[in-house]
Protein backbone atom coordinates (compact mmCIF):
# COMPACT_ATOMS: atom_id res chain seq x y z
CA UNK A 1 0.00 0.00 0.00
CA UNK A 2 1.49 3.58 -1.11
CA UNK A 3 2.27 5.56 1.88
CA UNK A 4 -0.83 7.74 1.46
CA UNK A 5 -0.21 9.11 5.20
CA UNK A 6 3.07 10.91 5.06
CA UNK A 7 1.38 14.04 3.31
CA UNK A 8 -0.96 14.45 6.11
CA UNK A 9 1.91 14.00 8.62
CA UNK A 10 2.17 16.65 11.33
CA UNK A 11 4.86 19.41 10.29
CA UNK A 12 8.34 18.81 11.78
CA UNK A 13 7.54 14.96 12.36
CA UNK A 14 10.27 13.10 9.58
CA UNK A 15 8.84 10.43 7.13
CA UNK A 16 11.64 8.22 8.51
CA UNK A 17 13.47 7.89 11.48
CA UNK A 18 17.49 8.74 11.55
CA UNK A 19 19.70 5.56 12.41
CA UNK A 20 19.77 4.53 15.77
CA UNK A 21 23.03 5.94 17.97
CA UNK A 22 22.52 5.41 21.30
CA UNK A 23 21.38 2.39 23.79
CA UNK A 24 19.10 2.71 26.13
CA UNK A 25 21.74 2.86 29.13
CA UNK A 26 23.62 6.16 27.14
CA UNK A 27 20.14 7.45 27.21
CA UNK A 28 19.50 6.81 30.69
CA UNK A 29 23.14 7.80 31.66
CA UNK A 30 22.56 11.62 29.62
CA UNK A 31 18.68 11.68 31.44
CA UNK A 32 19.94 11.40 35.21
CA UNK A 33 23.05 13.96 34.32
CA UNK A 34 21.07 16.05 33.09
CA UNK A 35 17.96 16.04 35.17
CA UNK A 36 19.74 15.08 38.28
CA UNK A 37 18.06 17.23 40.47
CA UNK A 38 14.63 16.77 39.43
CA UNK A 39 11.89 14.55 40.77
CA UNK A 40 11.45 11.08 38.27
CA UNK A 41 9.25 9.69 39.94
CA UNK A 42 6.59 9.94 42.82
CA UNK A 43 4.47 7.24 44.85
CA UNK A 44 2.53 7.96 47.60
CA UNK A 45 4.08 11.40 48.26
CA UNK A 46 7.59 9.78 48.17
CA UNK A 47 9.80 11.63 45.36
CA UNK A 48 12.98 10.30 44.06
CA UNK A 49 15.51 12.14 41.93
CA UNK A 50 16.97 11.41 38.63
CA UNK A 51 20.34 11.40 40.70
CA UNK A 52 18.84 8.88 43.79
CA UNK A 53 17.16 6.21 40.80
CA UNK A 54 20.52 5.98 39.21
CA UNK A 55 22.28 5.44 42.66
CA UNK A 56 20.01 3.18 43.73
CA UNK A 57 19.76 1.33 40.36
CA UNK A 58 23.45 0.74 40.32
CA UNK A 59 23.53 -0.47 43.72
CA UNK A 60 20.38 -3.24 43.06
CA UNK A 61 22.57 -4.01 39.97
CA UNK A 62 25.80 -4.29 41.89
CA UNK A 63 23.23 -7.01 44.42
CA UNK A 64 22.03 -8.86 41.26
CA UNK A 65 26.02 -9.83 40.01
CA UNK A 66 26.89 -10.39 43.49
CA UNK A 67 24.24 -12.70 42.85
CA UNK A 68 25.56 -14.67 39.82
CA UNK A 69 23.43 -13.12 37.53
CA UNK A 70 25.65 -12.62 34.13
CA UNK A 71 24.95 -11.15 30.66
CA UNK A 72 22.11 -12.33 28.72
CA UNK A 73 20.25 -13.68 31.89
CA UNK A 74 16.31 -12.96 32.46
CA UNK A 75 15.39 -10.87 35.15
CA UNK A 76 11.34 -11.07 36.22
CA UNK A 77 10.01 -7.82 37.48
CA UNK A 78 6.63 -8.75 39.27
CA UNK A 79 5.53 -5.14 40.84
CA UNK A 80 2.49 -2.79 40.50
CA UNK A 81 3.68 1.34 39.92
CA UNK A 82 5.53 1.47 42.90
CA UNK A 83 9.19 3.50 43.54
CA UNK A 84 10.68 -0.05 43.42
CA UNK A 85 9.89 -1.16 39.77
CA UNK A 86 11.85 1.61 37.63
CA UNK A 87 14.52 0.78 40.30
CA UNK A 88 14.43 -2.64 39.35
CA UNK A 89 14.17 -1.54 35.64
CA UNK A 90 17.36 -0.13 35.12
CA UNK A 91 19.29 -2.35 37.72
CA UNK A 92 18.35 -5.13 35.20
CA UNK A 93 19.42 -2.51 31.94
CA UNK A 94 22.46 -1.83 33.65
CA UNK A 95 23.50 -5.16 34.19
CA UNK A 96 22.75 -6.40 30.81
CA UNK A 97 20.02 -8.87 31.96
CA UNK A 98 16.96 -9.63 29.98
CA UNK A 99 13.70 -8.22 31.63
CA UNK A 100 10.16 -10.10 31.65
CA UNK A 101 7.55 -7.83 33.02
CA UNK A 102 4.74 -9.71 34.62
CA UNK A 103 1.54 -8.79 36.36
CA UNK A 104 1.97 -9.05 40.22
CA UNK A 105 -1.78 -10.19 40.36
CA UNK A 106 -0.75 -13.52 38.89
CA UNK A 107 -2.16 -17.18 40.41
CA UNK A 108 0.84 -19.29 40.70
CA UNK A 109 -0.28 -21.19 37.87
CA UNK A 110 0.38 -18.00 35.85
CA UNK A 111 3.43 -17.39 37.25
CA UNK A 112 5.06 -20.79 36.51
CA UNK A 113 5.00 -20.83 33.14
CA UNK A 114 6.91 -17.36 32.36
CA UNK A 115 9.39 -18.32 35.00
CA UNK A 116 10.38 -21.88 33.54
CA UNK A 117 9.86 -20.96 29.96
CA UNK A 118 12.28 -18.17 30.12
CA UNK A 119 14.67 -19.66 32.71
CA UNK A 120 14.42 -16.54 34.83
CA UNK A 121 17.59 -16.51 36.79
CA UNK A 122 16.13 -13.58 39.08
CA UNK A 123 13.10 -11.82 40.44
CA UNK A 124 11.81 -9.18 42.62
CA UNK A 125 8.19 -9.63 43.49
CA UNK A 126 5.62 -8.61 46.31
CA UNK A 127 4.86 -10.64 49.48
CA UNK A 128 1.69 -11.86 48.06
CA UNK A 129 3.31 -12.99 44.68
CA UNK A 130 6.66 -14.76 46.85
CA UNK A 131 3.85 -17.05 48.73
CA UNK A 132 2.72 -18.15 45.54
CA UNK A 133 6.31 -18.17 44.04
CA UNK A 134 7.25 -20.71 47.15
CA UNK A 135 4.74 -23.47 45.33
CA UNK A 136 7.27 -24.00 42.27
CA UNK A 137 10.44 -22.41 43.50
CA UNK A 138 12.43 -25.86 43.28
CA UNK A 139 11.65 -26.20 39.65
CA UNK A 140 13.03 -22.46 38.60
CA UNK A 141 16.40 -21.64 38.13
CA UNK A 142 16.29 -19.01 40.21
CA UNK A 143 19.06 -17.99 41.83
CA UNK A 144 18.17 -14.53 43.59
CA UNK A 145 14.40 -13.32 44.89
CA UNK A 146 14.07 -10.40 45.99
CA UNK A 147 10.83 -9.76 48.41
CA UNK A 148 9.30 -6.44 48.85
CA UNK A 149 6.78 -4.30 50.46
CA UNK A 150 4.93 -1.62 49.00
CA UNK A 151 6.12 0.65 51.36
CA UNK A 152 9.70 -0.27 51.47
CA UNK A 153 10.69 2.84 50.18
CA UNK A 154 8.23 5.10 51.89
CA UNK A 155 9.46 7.33 54.75
CA UNK A 156 8.04 7.03 58.43
CA UNK A 157 4.64 6.11 59.15
CA UNK A 158 3.61 5.79 55.69
CA UNK A 159 6.15 3.22 55.56
CA UNK A 160 4.88 0.24 58.37
CA UNK A 161 1.38 1.88 57.68
CA UNK A 162 1.44 0.70 53.84
CA UNK A 163 3.17 -2.16 54.68
CA UNK A 164 0.78 -3.19 57.72
CA UNK A 165 -2.20 -2.88 55.34
CA UNK A 166 -1.35 -4.59 52.62
CA UNK A 167 -0.39 -7.51 54.75
CA UNK A 168 -3.22 -7.61 56.50
CA UNK A 169 -5.28 -7.26 53.02
CA UNK A 170 -3.29 -10.31 51.45
CA UNK A 171 -2.92 -12.42 54.67
CA UNK A 172 0.60 -12.66 53.77
CA UNK A 173 3.35 -13.75 56.57
CA UNK A 174 7.13 -14.30 54.88
CA UNK A 175 9.81 -16.78 56.17
CA UNK A 176 13.22 -15.90 56.28
CA UNK A 177 14.25 -19.53 55.66
CA UNK A 178 14.43 -19.27 51.85
CA UNK A 179 17.97 -19.72 50.51
CA UNK A 180 18.96 -16.63 48.18
CA UNK A 181 15.80 -14.86 49.42
CA UNK A 182 16.56 -11.16 50.63
CA UNK A 183 14.68 -7.90 50.81
CA UNK A 184 14.40 -5.08 49.23
CA UNK A 185 16.66 -2.57 51.44
CA UNK A 186 18.80 -5.40 52.13
CA UNK A 187 19.54 -5.83 48.47
CA UNK A 188 20.39 -2.10 47.96
CA UNK A 189 22.35 -2.14 51.08
CA UNK A 190 24.42 -5.18 50.06
CA UNK A 191 24.83 -3.84 46.84
CA UNK A 192 26.47 -0.17 47.76
CA UNK A 193 29.42 -2.32 48.53
CA UNK A 194 30.12 -3.59 45.42
CA UNK A 195 31.07 -1.43 42.38
CA UNK A 196 28.22 -2.92 39.52
CA UNK A 197 29.90 -3.54 36.27
CA UNK A 198 27.93 -1.47 33.76
CA UNK A 199 26.86 -4.30 30.58
CA UNK A 200 25.86 -3.40 27.11
CA UNK A 201 24.04 -4.93 24.87
CA UNK A 202 23.80 -5.05 20.78
CA UNK A 203 21.28 -3.66 19.36
CA UNK A 204 19.63 -7.08 17.73
CA UNK A 205 19.71 -8.66 21.63
CA UNK A 206 16.51 -9.48 23.02
CA UNK A 207 16.19 -6.70 26.10
CA UNK A 208 12.45 -7.62 27.14
CA UNK A 209 10.48 -10.78 26.86
CA UNK A 210 7.01 -9.34 26.90
CA UNK A 211 4.43 -12.28 27.62
CA UNK A 212 1.35 -11.71 25.82
CA UNK A 213 -2.23 -13.71 24.30
CA UNK A 214 -0.14 -12.85 20.67
CA UNK A 215 -2.66 -12.83 17.99
CA UNK A 216 -4.11 -16.45 18.30
CA UNK A 217 -4.73 -16.11 21.98
CA UNK A 218 -2.21 -18.38 23.62
CA UNK A 219 0.51 -17.06 26.10
CA UNK A 220 3.35 -16.30 24.61
CA UNK A 221 7.11 -14.49 25.03
CA UNK A 222 7.34 -11.58 22.48
CA UNK A 223 10.54 -10.95 22.14
CA UNK A 224 11.27 -7.37 22.25
CA UNK A 225 15.15 -6.50 20.94
CA UNK A 226 17.17 -3.12 21.65
CA UNK A 227 16.72 -1.52 18.44
CA UNK A 228 12.63 -2.49 18.15
CA UNK A 229 12.32 -0.42 21.91
CA UNK A 230 14.74 2.49 20.79
CA UNK A 231 12.91 2.66 17.57
CA UNK A 232 9.62 2.78 19.30
CA UNK A 233 10.92 5.15 22.01
CA UNK A 234 12.05 7.13 18.74
CA UNK A 235 8.81 6.99 16.97
CA UNK A 236 7.10 8.23 19.88
CA UNK A 237 9.19 11.01 20.82
CA UNK A 238 9.10 12.51 16.96
CA UNK A 239 5.18 12.39 17.29
CA UNK A 240 4.74 13.69 20.57
CA UNK A 241 7.63 15.76 21.81
CA UNK A 242 6.92 18.91 19.19
CA UNK A 243 4.18 19.44 22.11
CA UNK A 244 5.78 18.63 25.02
CA UNK A 245 8.85 20.44 26.64
CA UNK A 246 11.39 18.61 28.36
CA UNK A 247 12.50 18.73 31.77
CA UNK A 248 9.19 20.24 32.52
CA UNK A 249 5.85 17.90 32.04
CA UNK A 250 4.51 16.54 34.95
CA UNK A 251 2.76 13.18 33.69
CA UNK A 252 0.62 11.14 34.97
CA UNK A 253 1.09 7.25 35.41
CA UNK A 254 -2.07 5.26 36.02
CA UNK A 255 -1.62 1.87 34.04
CA UNK A 256 0.89 -0.73 35.73
CA UNK A 257 4.57 -0.87 34.42
CA UNK A 258 4.47 -4.31 33.35
CA UNK A 259 2.01 -3.53 30.55
CA UNK A 260 3.72 -2.36 27.38
CA UNK A 261 1.97 0.83 26.58
CA UNK A 262 2.54 2.27 29.97
CA UNK A 263 6.01 0.92 30.01
CA UNK A 264 7.20 2.45 26.95
CA UNK A 265 5.40 5.91 27.07
CA UNK A 266 5.97 6.76 30.35
CA UNK A 267 8.68 4.47 31.84
CA UNK A 268 10.83 4.91 28.74
CA UNK A 269 9.67 7.61 26.36
CA UNK A 270 8.27 10.26 29.05
CA UNK A 271 11.52 9.50 31.95
CA UNK A 272 14.17 9.56 29.12
CA UNK A 273 13.09 13.45 28.30
CA UNK A 274 13.15 14.46 31.87
CA UNK A 275 9.46 13.94 32.72
CA UNK A 276 8.09 13.61 36.52
CA UNK A 277 6.02 10.66 36.54
CA UNK A 278 3.10 10.28 39.54
CA UNK A 279 2.66 6.40 39.67
CA UNK A 280 -0.37 5.44 40.73
CA UNK A 281 -0.21 1.79 42.74
CA UNK A 282 -3.82 1.18 41.88
CA UNK A 283 -5.96 3.36 39.55
CA UNK A 284 -9.37 1.21 39.77
CA UNK A 285 -10.01 3.30 43.46
CA UNK A 286 -10.94 6.45 42.11
CA UNK A 287 -11.55 8.16 45.31
CA UNK A 288 -7.61 8.04 46.38
CA UNK A 289 -6.43 8.77 42.76
CA UNK A 290 -9.14 11.85 42.71
CA UNK A 291 -7.72 12.93 46.34
CA UNK A 292 -3.75 12.33 44.39
CA UNK A 293 -4.81 14.23 41.25
CA UNK A 294 -5.49 17.39 43.78
CA UNK A 295 -2.26 17.30 45.17
CA UNK A 296 -0.38 17.42 41.99
CA UNK A 297 -0.44 19.95 38.94
CA UNK A 298 -0.41 17.55 35.97
CA UNK A 299 0.04 17.97 32.04
CA UNK A 300 0.57 14.78 30.22
CA UNK A 301 -0.91 11.24 31.01
CA UNK A 302 -1.82 8.25 29.89
CA UNK A 303 -4.71 5.54 30.56
CA UNK A 304 -7.72 3.65 29.21
CA UNK A 305 -11.11 4.41 28.00
CA UNK A 306 -12.22 2.76 31.31
CA UNK A 307 -10.12 5.20 33.11
CA UNK A 308 -11.14 8.17 31.36
CA UNK A 309 -14.57 7.34 31.48
CA UNK A 310 -14.68 6.73 35.80
CA UNK A 311 -12.70 9.93 36.32
CA UNK A 312 -14.99 12.23 34.25
CA UNK A 313 -18.11 10.60 35.89
CA UNK A 314 -16.94 11.16 39.63
CA UNK A 315 -18.54 13.99 40.74
CA UNK A 316 -15.60 15.71 42.68
CA UNK A 317 -13.51 15.32 39.01
CA UNK A 318 -14.79 18.65 37.82
CA UNK A 319 -13.23 20.30 40.97
CA UNK A 320 -9.94 19.54 40.44
CA UNK A 321 -7.79 22.32 38.66
CA UNK A 322 -7.04 21.80 34.88
CA UNK A 323 -5.54 24.51 33.88
CA UNK A 324 -1.87 22.82 33.12
CA UNK A 325 -3.66 19.49 31.33
CA UNK A 326 -2.45 19.38 28.02
CA UNK A 327 -2.24 16.09 26.79
CA UNK A 328 -3.56 12.26 27.72
CA UNK A 329 -3.07 9.57 25.54
CA UNK A 330 -5.33 6.67 25.25
CA UNK A 331 -4.41 3.12 24.57
CA UNK A 332 -5.15 -0.92 25.60
CA UNK A 333 -8.63 -0.59 24.33
CA UNK A 334 -10.75 1.96 21.56
CA UNK A 335 -11.87 5.27 22.94
CA UNK A 336 -15.40 5.76 23.31
CA UNK A 337 -15.90 9.36 20.91
CA UNK A 338 -18.46 10.45 24.09
CA UNK A 339 -15.52 9.72 26.73
CA UNK A 340 -13.50 11.48 24.39
CA UNK A 341 -15.87 14.60 23.81
CA UNK A 342 -16.51 14.71 27.76
CA UNK A 343 -13.10 14.75 28.55
CA UNK A 344 -11.81 17.25 26.57
CA UNK A 345 -14.85 19.56 26.99
CA UNK A 346 -14.11 19.15 30.85
CA UNK A 347 -10.48 19.42 30.94
CA UNK A 348 -9.50 21.77 28.00
CA UNK A 349 -6.80 19.13 27.21
CA UNK A 350 -6.50 17.09 24.59
CA UNK A 351 -7.36 12.89 24.94
CA UNK A 352 -5.72 11.35 21.28
CA UNK A 353 -5.87 7.55 20.76
CA UNK A 354 -3.80 5.24 19.00
CA UNK A 355 -3.40 1.66 18.46
CA UNK A 356 -0.74 -0.92 19.29
CA UNK A 357 0.14 -4.11 20.05
CA UNK A 358 2.94 -6.11 22.11
CA UNK A 359 4.62 -7.62 19.54
CA UNK A 360 5.15 -3.87 18.15
CA UNK A 361 6.36 -2.65 21.22
CA UNK A 362 4.11 -1.54 21.22
CA UNK A 363 3.11 1.38 19.11
CA UNK A 364 1.85 1.21 15.57
CA UNK A 365 -0.30 4.62 15.03
CA UNK A 366 -1.34 7.83 16.37
CA UNK A 367 -3.60 10.29 16.00
CA UNK A 368 -2.39 13.93 15.10
CA UNK A 369 -1.90 15.86 18.70
CA UNK A 370 -3.57 19.16 16.93
CA UNK A 371 -6.68 18.13 15.48
CA UNK A 372 -7.32 14.19 16.07
CA UNK A 373 -9.69 12.41 14.40
CA UNK A 374 -12.85 10.52 16.03
CA UNK A 375 -13.14 7.22 15.43
CA UNK A 376 -9.54 6.34 13.74
CA UNK A 377 -6.75 5.26 15.50
CA UNK A 378 -4.47 7.57 13.29
CA UNK A 379 -1.67 7.48 11.09
CA UNK A 380 1.02 5.18 11.41
CA UNK A 381 4.19 5.93 12.90
CA UNK A 382 7.68 7.37 10.68
CA UNK A 383 9.24 3.93 9.30
CA UNK A 384 6.29 1.90 9.88
CA UNK A 385 4.64 0.48 7.04
CA UNK A 386 1.25 -1.33 6.76
CA UNK A 387 -1.44 -2.65 4.19
CA UNK A 388 -4.68 -4.45 4.93
CA UNK A 389 -5.22 -8.17 3.12
CA UNK A 390 -7.97 -10.31 2.28
CA UNK A 391 -8.00 -14.42 3.66
CA UNK A 392 -5.53 -15.13 0.31
CA UNK A 393 -3.14 -12.49 1.17
CA UNK A 394 -3.98 -10.11 -1.44
CA UNK A 395 -3.58 -6.30 -0.68
CA UNK A 396 -6.80 -4.67 -0.32
CA UNK A 397 -7.55 -0.84 -1.27
CA UNK A 398 -8.51 1.93 0.43
CA UNK A 399 -11.78 1.92 2.58
CA UNK A 400 -11.41 -2.39 1.81
CA UNK A 401 -11.95 -4.43 5.39
CA UNK A 402 -9.30 -7.23 5.95
CA UNK A 403 -6.50 -7.95 8.53
CA UNK A 404 -3.88 -4.86 9.46
CA UNK A 405 -0.51 -5.90 8.49
CA UNK A 406 2.60 -3.96 9.79
CA UNK A 407 5.85 -3.49 9.17
CA UNK A 408 9.00 -1.64 10.73
CA UNK A 409 11.83 -1.85 13.36
CA UNK A 410 9.74 -1.95 16.08
CA UNK A 411 8.29 -5.33 15.43
CA UNK A 412 9.33 -8.36 17.53
CA UNK A 413 11.94 -10.60 17.06
CA UNK A 414 9.77 -13.51 17.42
CA UNK A 415 8.25 -15.43 19.98
CA UNK A 416 10.21 -16.88 22.57
CA UNK A 417 11.03 -20.49 21.92
CA UNK A 418 7.83 -20.95 19.76
CA UNK A 419 8.90 -20.89 15.92
CA UNK A 420 5.72 -22.35 14.82
CA UNK A 421 3.91 -19.44 16.41
CA UNK A 422 6.29 -17.25 15.40
CA UNK A 423 5.72 -18.25 12.01
CA UNK A 424 2.22 -18.10 12.16
CA UNK A 425 2.55 -14.11 12.31
CA UNK A 426 5.73 -12.98 10.74
CA UNK A 427 5.81 -13.43 7.05
CA UNK A 428 9.56 -14.23 5.95
CA UNK A 429 9.51 -10.40 4.50
CA UNK A 430 9.18 -9.34 8.14
CA UNK A 431 4.95 -8.39 7.54
CA UNK A 432 3.45 -8.81 11.49
CA UNK A 433 -0.33 -9.96 10.88
CA UNK A 434 -2.10 -8.29 13.86
CA UNK A 435 -5.39 -10.32 13.73
CA UNK A 436 -7.21 -7.05 13.72
CA UNK A 437 -9.61 -5.74 10.91
CA UNK A 438 -9.51 -2.54 9.75
CA UNK A 439 -9.31 -0.25 6.77
CA UNK A 440 -7.63 2.64 5.71
CA UNK A 441 -9.37 5.78 3.93
CA UNK A 442 -7.94 8.29 1.74
CA UNK A 443 -6.38 9.91 4.07
CA UNK A 444 -4.32 7.55 5.39
CA UNK A 445 -5.79 7.17 8.61
CA UNK A 446 -6.51 3.55 9.91
CA UNK A 447 -9.82 2.69 11.66
CA UNK A 448 -9.89 -0.70 13.50
CA UNK A 449 -13.16 -2.84 12.86
CA UNK A 450 -12.96 -5.30 14.92
CA UNK A 451 -10.32 -7.15 16.98
CA UNK A 452 -9.75 -10.20 17.33
CA UNK A 453 -12.98 -12.03 18.26
CA UNK A 454 -12.42 -14.35 20.98
CA UNK A 455 -10.06 -11.93 22.88
CA UNK A 456 -11.73 -10.17 25.98
CA UNK A 457 -10.43 -6.56 26.88
CA UNK A 458 -10.91 -5.62 30.36
CA UNK A 459 -10.20 -2.33 31.05
CA UNK A 460 -7.09 -2.96 28.37
CA UNK A 461 -5.99 -6.36 30.01
CA UNK A 462 -6.35 -8.98 27.48
CA UNK A 463 -8.69 -12.15 28.52
CA UNK A 464 -8.05 -15.24 26.23
CA UNK A 465 -10.80 -17.96 26.81
CA UNK A 466 -8.87 -20.73 26.03
CA UNK A 467 -6.91 -20.19 29.32
CA UNK A 468 -10.47 -19.67 31.08
CA UNK A 469 -12.06 -22.87 29.75
CA UNK A 470 -9.05 -24.82 30.56
CA UNK A 471 -9.29 -24.06 34.10
CA UNK A 472 -13.23 -24.32 34.23
CA UNK A 473 -12.83 -27.88 32.83
CA UNK A 474 -10.28 -28.75 35.24
CA UNK A 475 -13.44 -28.18 37.83
CA UNK A 476 -14.87 -32.28 37.65
CA UNK A 477 -18.57 -31.02 37.69
CA UNK A 478 -18.30 -28.78 34.39
CA UNK A 479 -19.05 -31.02 31.76
CA UNK A 480 -18.69 -28.33 28.86
CA UNK A 481 -17.37 -24.77 28.98
CA UNK A 482 -16.98 -22.11 26.23
CA UNK A 483 -15.70 -18.56 27.40
CA UNK A 484 -17.08 -15.53 25.35
CA UNK A 485 -17.06 -11.78 26.10
CA UNK A 486 -19.97 -9.74 27.48
CA UNK A 487 -20.95 -6.25 29.30
CA UNK A 488 -22.25 -5.30 32.61
CA UNK A 489 -24.28 -2.59 33.20
CA UNK A 490 -22.22 0.15 32.63
CA UNK A 491 -21.30 -1.28 29.08
CA UNK A 492 -17.62 -2.60 30.62
CA UNK A 493 -16.01 -5.78 28.92
CA UNK A 494 -16.48 -9.18 31.19
CA UNK A 495 -15.76 -12.26 31.26
CA UNK A 496 -19.02 -14.59 30.38
CA UNK A 497 -19.15 -18.23 30.41
CA UNK A 498 -21.35 -20.98 29.08
CA UNK A 499 -21.51 -24.13 31.47
CA UNK A 500 -23.16 -27.32 30.47
CA UNK A 501 -23.09 -28.67 34.13
CA UNK A 502 -21.83 -32.18 35.00
CA UNK A 503 -23.65 -32.78 38.41
CA UNK A 504 -27.18 -31.46 39.24
CA UNK A 505 -25.29 -29.55 42.26
CA UNK A 506 -22.94 -27.33 40.55
CA UNK A 507 -23.54 -23.67 41.19
CA UNK A 508 -21.68 -20.54 40.52
CA UNK A 509 -20.16 -19.80 43.83
CA UNK A 510 -18.51 -23.10 43.54
CA UNK A 511 -17.24 -22.18 39.86
CA UNK A 512 -15.87 -18.93 41.16
CA UNK A 513 -14.12 -20.69 44.14
CA UNK A 514 -12.49 -22.82 41.69
CA UNK A 515 -11.41 -20.43 39.59
CA UNK A 516 -10.20 -18.07 42.31
CA UNK A 517 -7.31 -20.43 42.99
CA UNK A 518 -5.86 -20.31 39.17
CA UNK A 519 -6.97 -17.30 37.85
CA UNK A 520 -6.29 -13.38 38.32
CA UNK A 521 -9.62 -11.66 39.76
CA UNK A 522 -10.28 -9.78 36.31
CA UNK A 523 -10.12 -13.27 34.24
CA UNK A 524 -12.93 -14.84 36.22
CA UNK A 525 -16.25 -15.43 35.07
CA UNK A 526 -18.59 -12.68 35.98
CA UNK A 527 -21.41 -14.00 34.61
CA UNK A 528 -22.31 -17.54 34.46
CA UNK A 529 -25.20 -19.05 31.94
CA UNK A 530 -25.98 -22.65 32.70
CA UNK A 531 -27.09 -24.47 29.07
CA UNK A 532 -27.76 -27.72 28.75
CA UNK A 533 -25.65 -27.57 25.17
CA UNK A 534 -22.70 -25.72 23.42
CA UNK A 535 -23.04 -25.38 19.95
CA UNK A 536 -20.03 -26.65 18.42
CA UNK A 537 -18.25 -26.79 14.79
CA UNK A 538 -17.57 -29.95 12.76
CA UNK A 539 -14.32 -30.60 14.48
CA UNK A 540 -16.14 -30.00 17.53
CA UNK A 541 -15.12 -26.34 18.63
CA UNK A 542 -17.02 -24.53 20.66
CA UNK A 543 -18.68 -21.92 18.12
CA UNK A 544 -18.18 -18.56 20.23
CA UNK A 545 -19.52 -16.47 17.44
CA UNK A 546 -22.81 -18.40 17.71
CA UNK A 547 -22.99 -17.60 22.17
CA UNK A 548 -21.86 -13.86 21.40
CA UNK A 549 -24.58 -13.35 19.50
Known amino acids: MEKIWLKNYPPGVPK ?86 MNPLYTAREMQGPIQESEAKGIVLLPSS ?66 AQVLERDFEETLFIQYTGGTTGVSKGACLSQKNILSNLKQCECWMLDNLEKGKEKALAPLPFYHIFAFVINGLVFFLNGFSNLLIANPRQVNPLIKTLKKYPLSVGTGVNTLFKALINHPRFKSLNFSSWKLFVAGG ?15 KSLLVEGYGLTEASPVVCCN ?50 QEEETKNVLTEDGWLKTGDVAKVNKEGLVKIIDRKKDMINISGLKVYPNEVEEVLLSLKTIKEAAVVPGKDK ?60
Open 130 to 195: FAHLKTFLNKTDLKSVIVTGPGDLLNFPKKPLINFVFKCKTKTLISSRIKNRSSFLQALQIGSKTK
Open 368 to 417: RLDKAASGYVGFPCPSTEIRITDEEERVLGIDEEGELEVRGPQIMKGYYK
Open 16 to 101: DLSPLDKSLIQLFEEACAKYKDQTAFISFDKKISYQELREKSLQLAGYLQSQGLKKGDVFVIQLPNLLQYPISLWAAVLSGLTVVN
Open 333 to 347: MALDNSVKELWESTT
Open 490 to 549: TGTEIVKAFIVKGAETLNEDEIKSHCKKYLTSYKIPKRIIFTKEIPKSTIGKPLRRLLRN
